[in-house]
T-cell receptor
Framework: DTAVSQTPKYLVTQMGNDKSIKCEQN?????MYWYKQDSKKFLKIMFS???????INETVPNRFSPKSPDKAHLNLHINSLELGDSAVYFC????????????????FGEGSRLTVL | DQQVKQNSPSLSVQEGRISILNCDYT??????FLWYKKYPAEGPTFLIS?????DKNEDGRFTVFLNKSAKHLSLHIVPSQPGDSAVYFC???????????FGKGTMLLVSP
């Protein structure tokens, strides 16, 4: 029973297309995140949502639009895909508060590898 | 601007020996530090953490040391096991912010 699940796990698409990645968590957490791991291997925060409300947007291009229909789901939609969008995208969740409350622990999904050709 | 740096991209250790993974940071506002472990094709999983008010935290074979004056932390794994082979990410939390800043990771290979 996966705690944080993402779909699809792999996505190959052409430049200019629009694609979505879905994320669901069954941990009862209020806060969810999208992180991007690019070719340089850094894990960088993109967005953070707390109880369906956007609380952090780390200067991500507006081609990226997160949507949280409820606090258990945070989907990522990307318009007009570019080569530089190729990366592994990780969804995560945590307890509310500063980076997961007391411990700061994030629970990650398995990642979605996006390849833009 | 790398606020969390893991300068060793990889480390090889023999089974039974100690593994020491290092991490440096630049932001004095970081108040909590975490280590995550990541296997291929999986997401990072939480391993151990330490508050900035402590200098050591131990959990079984894993110990994290924090040297605030040097802005340095390290993860010790003793004894190392082949199953410990993974990428280890150092992460830090800004006391006034609600996300974690990650390093690039160090790939640990423990050989039998």
């Amino acid at each position: 029973d996966t705690a944080v699940s993402q779909t699809p796990k792999y996505l190959v698409t052409q430049m200019g297309n629009d694609k979505s990645i879905k994320c669901e968590q069954n941990l009862g957490h209020d806060t969810m995140y999208w992180y991007k791991q690019d070719s340089k291997k850094f894990l960088k925060i993109m967005f953070s949502y707390n109880n369906k409300e956007l609380i952090i947007n780390e200067t991500v291009p507006n081609r990226f639009s997160p949507k949280s229909p409820d606090k258990a789901h945070l989907n990522l939609h990307i318009n007009s895909l570019e080569l530089g969008d190729s990366a592994v995208y990780f969804c995560a969740s945590s307890l509310p508060g500063l980076a997961g409350g007391v411990t700061g622990e994030l629970f990650f999904g398995e990642g979605s590898r996006l390849t833009v050709l | 601007d790398q606020q969390v740096k893991q300068n060793s991209p990889s480390l090889s250790v023999q089974e039974g020996r100690i593994s020491i993974l290092n991490c440096d940071y630049t932001n004095s506002m970081f108040d909590y530090f975490l280590w995550y472990k990541k296997y291929p094709a999986e997401g990072p999983t939480f391993l151990i953490s330490i508050s900035s008010i402590k200098d050591k935290n131990e959990d079984g074979r894993f110990t994290v040391f924090l040297n605030k004056s040097a802005k340095h932390l390290s993860l010790h794994i003793v004894p190392s096991q082949p199953g410990d082979s993974a990428v280890y990410f150092c992460a830090a939390r800004n006391s006034g912010y609600s996300t974690l800043t990650f390093g690039k990771g160090t790939m640990l290979l423990v050989s039998p």
